[in-house]
Protein backbone atom coordinates (compact mmCIF):
# COMPACT_ATOMS: atom_id res chain seq x y z
CA UNK A 1 0.00 0.00 0.00
CA UNK A 2 1.60 3.38 -1.04
CA UNK A 3 0.89 6.29 1.47
CA UNK A 4 -1.75 7.53 1.13
CA UNK A 5 -2.28 11.03 -0.51
CA UNK A 6 -5.12 13.48 0.71
CA UNK A 7 -6.96 13.30 -2.46
CA UNK A 8 -7.67 9.48 -1.69
CA UNK A 9 -8.54 10.34 1.83
CA UNK A 10 -11.45 12.22 0.36
CA UNK A 11 -12.37 9.67 -1.87
CA UNK A 12 -12.50 7.56 0.91
CA UNK A 13 -14.33 10.33 3.08
CA UNK A 14 -17.00 10.63 -0.04
CA UNK A 15 -17.25 7.12 0.03
CA UNK A 16 -17.60 6.55 4.18
CA UNK A 17 -20.81 9.47 3.50
CA UNK A 18 -22.19 7.90 0.77
CA UNK A 19 -22.63 5.02 3.08
CA UNK A 20 -24.09 6.72 6.28
CA UNK A 21 -26.58 8.29 3.91
CA UNK A 22 -27.90 5.04 2.62
CA UNK A 23 -28.34 3.56 6.08
CA UNK A 24 -31.97 2.96 6.28
CA UNK A 25 -33.35 2.32 9.39
CA UNK A 26 -35.56 -1.17 10.28
CA UNK A 27 -38.96 -0.68 10.21
CA UNK A 28 -40.39 -0.17 14.12
CA UNK A 29 -41.93 -3.19 15.75
CA UNK A 30 -45.41 -3.95 15.53
CA UNK A 31 -46.72 -2.49 19.07
CA UNK A 32 -44.02 0.52 19.11
CA UNK A 33 -46.52 3.25 19.24
CA UNK A 34 -48.84 1.46 22.31
CA UNK A 35 -45.84 1.23 23.95
CA UNK A 36 -44.20 4.82 23.31
CA UNK A 37 -48.27 5.97 24.48
CA UNK A 38 -48.13 3.55 27.55
CA UNK A 39 -45.20 5.40 28.97
CA UNK A 40 -46.64 9.06 28.19
CA UNK A 41 -49.77 8.10 29.87
CA UNK A 42 -47.98 6.67 32.78
CA UNK A 43 -45.77 10.16 32.95
CA UNK A 44 -48.39 12.45 32.56
CA UNK A 45 -50.41 10.50 35.51
CA UNK A 46 -46.99 10.49 37.75
CA UNK A 47 -46.76 14.28 37.00
CA UNK A 48 -50.73 14.78 37.98
CA UNK A 49 -50.38 12.50 41.20
CA UNK A 50 -46.55 13.70 41.94
CA UNK A 51 -47.09 15.51 45.43
CA UNK A 52 -43.04 16.23 44.42
CA UNK A 53 -44.24 18.07 41.09
CA UNK A 54 -46.80 20.00 42.75
CA UNK A 55 -44.34 21.00 45.87
CA UNK A 56 -42.17 22.07 42.65
CA UNK A 57 -44.54 24.08 41.26
CA UNK A 58 -45.47 25.94 44.43
CA UNK A 59 -41.37 26.89 44.95
CA UNK A 60 -41.37 28.24 41.75
CA UNK A 61 -44.23 30.17 42.21
CA UNK A 62 -43.19 31.47 45.54
CA UNK A 63 -39.52 32.21 43.93
CA UNK A 64 -41.40 34.37 41.25
CA UNK A 65 -43.55 35.98 44.21
CA UNK A 66 -40.60 36.72 46.80
CA UNK A 67 -38.54 37.97 43.44
CA UNK A 68 -41.20 40.67 42.40
CA UNK A 69 -42.17 41.92 46.20
CA UNK A 70 -37.96 41.84 46.13
CA UNK A 71 -37.88 44.22 42.96
CA UNK A 72 -40.58 46.51 44.37
CA UNK A 73 -38.76 46.50 47.46
CA UNK A 74 -35.69 47.61 46.01
CA UNK A 75 -37.97 50.21 43.24
CA UNK A 76 -39.13 51.80 46.51
CA UNK A 77 -36.18 52.10 48.77
CA UNK A 78 -34.72 53.53 45.71
CA UNK A 79 -37.54 56.18 45.46
CA UNK A 80 -37.95 57.25 48.98
CA UNK A 81 -33.81 56.75 49.30
CA UNK A 82 -33.85 59.64 46.80
CA UNK A 83 -36.64 61.84 48.11
CA UNK A 84 -34.70 61.52 51.33
CA UNK A 85 -31.07 62.60 49.74
CA UNK A 86 -33.20 65.96 48.26
CA UNK A 87 -34.26 66.86 51.66
CA UNK A 88 -31.28 66.20 53.46
CA UNK A 89 -29.56 68.16 50.49
CA UNK A 90 -31.90 71.05 51.13
CA UNK A 91 -31.51 70.66 54.91
CA UNK A 92 -27.98 70.58 54.53
CA UNK A 93 -27.86 73.90 52.42
CA UNK A 94 -29.82 75.62 54.51
CA UNK A 95 -27.14 74.57 57.40
CA UNK A 96 -24.92 76.08 55.40
CA UNK A 97 -26.37 80.01 54.20
CA UNK A 98 -25.51 82.56 55.90
CA UNK A 99 -27.07 82.81 59.03
CA UNK A 100 -27.75 86.80 59.63
CA UNK A 101 -25.50 88.22 62.16
CA UNK A 102 -26.60 88.01 65.52
CA UNK A 103 -25.25 91.41 65.91
CA UNK A 104 -25.92 94.32 64.07
CA UNK B 1 -56.45 17.71 10.02
CA UNK B 2 -55.77 19.98 13.16
CA UNK B 3 -52.58 21.35 12.23
CA UNK B 4 -49.52 20.52 14.87
CA UNK B 5 -49.74 23.45 16.83
CA UNK B 6 -53.32 22.66 17.41
CA UNK B 7 -52.59 19.33 18.74
CA UNK B 8 -49.98 20.17 20.94
CA UNK B 9 -51.78 22.92 22.48
CA UNK B 10 -54.72 20.08 23.13
CA UNK B 11 -51.49 17.59 24.70
CA UNK B 12 -50.54 20.61 26.79
CA UNK B 13 -54.02 20.75 28.16
CA UNK B 14 -54.07 17.42 29.43
CA UNK B 15 -55.70 15.65 26.18
CA UNK B 16 -52.88 13.11 26.42
CA UNK B 17 -54.33 10.78 23.70
CA UNK B 18 -53.73 13.35 21.27
CA UNK B 19 -50.32 12.83 21.11
CA UNK B 20 -50.68 9.42 19.52
CA UNK B 21 -50.81 11.49 16.31
CA UNK B 22 -48.05 13.69 16.69
CA UNK B 23 -46.34 9.92 16.95
CA UNK B 24 -48.05 8.69 13.94
CA UNK B 25 -46.88 11.83 11.66
CA UNK B 26 -43.43 11.81 13.16
CA UNK B 27 -42.20 8.63 13.89
CA UNK B 28 -40.69 7.24 10.34
CA UNK B 29 -38.83 10.79 10.43
CA UNK B 30 -37.08 10.18 13.71
CA UNK B 31 -36.37 6.82 12.87
CA UNK B 32 -34.67 7.58 9.97
CA UNK B 33 -32.65 9.91 11.66
CA UNK B 34 -32.24 7.82 14.51
CA UNK B 35 -31.42 5.04 12.12
CA UNK B 36 -28.21 7.00 10.59
CA UNK B 37 -26.69 7.08 14.23
CA UNK B 38 -26.79 3.87 16.74
CA UNK B 39 -27.18 0.45 15.68
CA UNK B 40 -30.12 -1.17 14.10
CA UNK B 41 -30.99 -3.27 16.52
CA UNK B 42 -31.24 -0.30 19.19
CA UNK B 43 -33.50 2.39 16.96
CA UNK B 44 -36.95 1.23 18.68
CA UNK B 45 -35.67 1.75 21.88
CA UNK B 46 -34.34 5.30 21.41
CA UNK B 47 -36.71 6.34 18.98
CA UNK B 48 -39.16 5.18 22.08
CA UNK B 49 -37.06 7.40 23.90
CA UNK B 50 -37.32 10.55 21.80
CA UNK B 51 -41.06 10.79 22.08
CA UNK B 52 -40.92 10.34 25.68
CA UNK B 53 -38.68 13.22 25.81
CA UNK B 54 -40.42 15.18 22.97
CA UNK B 55 -43.57 14.87 25.45
CA UNK B 56 -42.21 15.80 28.60
CA UNK B 57 -40.20 18.63 27.32
CA UNK B 58 -43.40 19.90 25.28
CA UNK B 59 -44.13 22.96 27.75
CA UNK B 60 -40.79 24.31 26.81
CA UNK B 61 -41.80 23.98 22.33
CA UNK B 62 -42.10 27.42 20.74
CA UNK B 63 -44.42 27.37 17.72
CA UNK B 64 -41.96 29.78 16.13
CA UNK B 65 -40.00 26.76 15.07
CA UNK B 66 -41.85 23.62 12.99
CA UNK B 67 -42.22 21.13 15.12
CA UNK B 68 -40.11 18.12 12.90
CA UNK B 69 -37.12 20.19 13.48
CA UNK B 70 -37.76 20.92 17.35
CA UNK B 71 -38.38 16.88 17.02
CA UNK B 72 -34.78 16.21 15.34
CA UNK B 73 -32.97 18.12 17.82
CA UNK B 74 -34.28 16.06 20.02
CA UNK B 75 -33.11 13.01 18.31
CA UNK B 76 -29.91 13.83 17.23
CA UNK B 77 -28.86 14.65 21.41
CA UNK B 78 -30.97 11.64 22.30
CA UNK B 79 -28.23 9.30 19.87
CA UNK B 80 -25.78 11.50 21.17
CA UNK B 81 -26.86 10.20 24.97
CA UNK B 82 -26.78 6.78 23.39
CA UNK B 83 -23.04 6.88 22.81
CA UNK B 84 -22.27 8.75 25.94
CA UNK B 85 -23.59 5.77 27.68
CA UNK B 86 -23.00 3.08 25.44
CA UNK B 87 -18.77 4.42 25.92
CA UNK B 88 -19.43 3.35 29.29
CA UNK B 89 -20.35 -0.07 29.05
CA UNK B 90 -18.00 -0.23 25.88
CA UNK B 91 -18.31 -2.65 23.14
CA UNK B 92 -15.69 -2.52 20.67
CA UNK B 93 -16.44 -3.23 17.50
CA UNK B 94 -13.47 -5.67 15.99
CA UNK B 95 -10.56 -4.69 13.76
CA UNK B 96 -9.92 -4.34 10.71
CA UNK B 97 -9.46 -7.33 8.35
CA UNK B 98 -7.42 -7.69 5.40
CA UNK B 99 -10.96 -7.78 3.25
CA UNK B 100 -11.21 -4.28 4.94
CA UNK B 101 -8.16 -2.67 3.85
CA UNK B 102 -8.20 -3.78 0.46
CA UNK B 103 -11.81 -2.11 0.28
CA UNK B 104 -10.36 1.29 1.69
CA UNK B 105 -7.35 0.88 -0.97
CA UNK B 106 -10.07 -0.14 -3.88
CA UNK B 107 -12.41 2.79 -3.09
CA UNK B 108 -9.72 5.39 -2.51
CA UNK B 109 -8.11 4.02 -6.15
CA UNK B 110 -11.73 3.96 -7.60
CA UNK B 111 -11.31 5.35 -11.48
CA UNK B 112 -14.86 5.77 -12.54
CA UNK B 113 -17.96 6.67 -10.62
CA UNK B 114 -19.42 3.54 -11.72
CA UNK B 115 -16.54 1.66 -9.92
CA UNK B 116 -16.61 4.17 -6.74
CA UNK B 117 -20.92 3.34 -6.39
CA UNK B 118 -20.01 -0.50 -6.76
CA UNK B 119 -17.44 -0.64 -4.11
CA UNK B 120 -19.81 1.95 -1.90
CA UNK B 121 -22.25 -0.83 -2.30
CA UNK B 122 -20.12 -3.53 -0.74
CA UNK B 123 -20.67 -5.13 3.35
CA UNK B 124 -17.04 -4.10 3.77
CA UNK B 125 -18.52 -0.32 3.24
CA UNK B 126 -20.58 -0.54 6.25
CA UNK B 127 -18.31 -2.27 8.41
CA UNK B 128 -15.48 0.69 7.93
CA UNK B 129 -17.84 3.14 8.43
CA UNK B 130 -18.80 1.82 11.84
CA UNK B 131 -15.09 0.63 12.82
CA UNK B 132 -14.11 4.03 12.36
CA UNK B 133 -17.30 6.02 14.21
CA UNK B 134 -16.89 3.66 17.14
CA UNK B 135 -13.20 4.93 17.25
CA UNK B 136 -14.03 8.67 17.57
CA UNK B 137 -15.54 9.99 20.95
CA UNK B 138 -19.37 10.38 21.36
CA UNK B 139 -18.67 14.41 20.71
CA UNK B 140 -16.66 13.63 17.22
CA UNK B 141 -18.58 10.75 16.04
CA UNK B 142 -21.95 13.21 16.24
CA UNK B 143 -20.43 16.24 15.04
CA UNK B 144 -18.25 13.68 12.26
CA UNK B 145 -21.83 12.36 11.13
CA UNK B 146 -24.17 15.72 10.64
CA UNK B 147 -21.39 18.07 8.97
CA UNK B 148 -19.18 15.69 7.17
CA UNK B 149 -21.16 12.70 6.53
CA UNK B 150 -24.60 13.84 5.79
CA UNK B 151 -23.65 17.92 4.90
CA UNK B 152 -25.54 19.84 7.52
CA UNK B 153 -23.82 23.08 7.90
CA UNK B 154 -22.35 24.19 11.14
CA UNK B 155 -25.42 26.32 12.35
CA UNK B 156 -27.97 23.37 11.33
CA UNK B 157 -25.37 21.12 13.59
CA UNK B 158 -25.35 23.58 16.07
CA UNK B 159 -28.91 23.99 16.33
CA UNK B 160 -29.13 20.07 16.62
CA UNK B 161 -26.95 19.30 19.02
CA UNK B 162 -27.77 22.73 21.40
CA UNK B 163 -24.29 23.49 21.00
CA UNK B 164 -22.53 26.62 20.12
CA UNK B 165 -21.62 27.09 16.58
CA UNK B 166 -18.09 27.72 17.40
CA UNK B 167 -17.96 24.84 19.46
CA UNK B 168 -19.36 22.61 16.37
CA UNK B 169 -17.11 24.08 13.85
CA UNK B 170 -13.94 23.70 16.53
CA UNK B 171 -15.26 19.63 16.58
CA UNK B 172 -16.14 19.21 13.26
CA UNK B 173 -12.61 20.12 12.16
CA UNK B 174 -10.93 18.12 15.37
CA UNK B 175 -13.21 15.16 14.30
CA UNK B 176 -12.03 14.97 10.63
CA UNK B 177 -8.62 15.30 11.48
CA UNK B 178 -9.10 12.17 14.03
CA UNK B 179 -10.83 10.46 11.12
CA UNK B 180 -7.82 10.56 8.37
CA UNK B 181 -5.40 9.74 11.28
CA UNK B 182 -7.51 7.00 12.28
CA UNK B 183 -6.86 5.62 8.11
CA UNK B 184 -3.26 6.48 8.09
CA UNK B 185 -2.65 5.11 11.12
CA UNK B 186 -4.50 1.29 9.95
CA UNK B 187 -2.44 1.96 6.73
CA UNK B 188 0.53 2.09 8.41
CA UNK B 189 -0.49 -1.04 10.64
CA UNK B 190 -1.42 -2.63 7.36
CA UNK B 191 2.41 -2.22 5.88
CA UNK B 192 3.58 -3.52 8.96
CA UNK B 193 1.56 -7.03 8.95
CA UNK B 194 2.47 -7.07 5.20
CA UNK B 195 6.61 -6.42 5.60
Known amino acids: MSERNPKDLDRLEQGLANVHRDREAPPLDAGWAQGVMRDIRRAAASSRNDPGAWVELCVWRSAAAAAAFAALLAGSAFFYAGTDQGELTALLSEDLEPSPALIE | ?195
Request: proline share 3%; net charge negative.
Open chain 2, 1 to 195: MPDDAHIIERVLHGDVDCFAELLARYQTHVARIVGRHVPSDRVNEVTHDVFVRAYTGLGGYSTDVPFAHWLSGIAVRACYDFWREAKRGATPVSALTEEHDAWIERVSAADSEARFQEEVGRREAKEVLEWALSRLSPEHRLVLSLVHLEGHSVREAATLLGWSTVNVKVRAYRARRALRQLFLAEERRHERTES
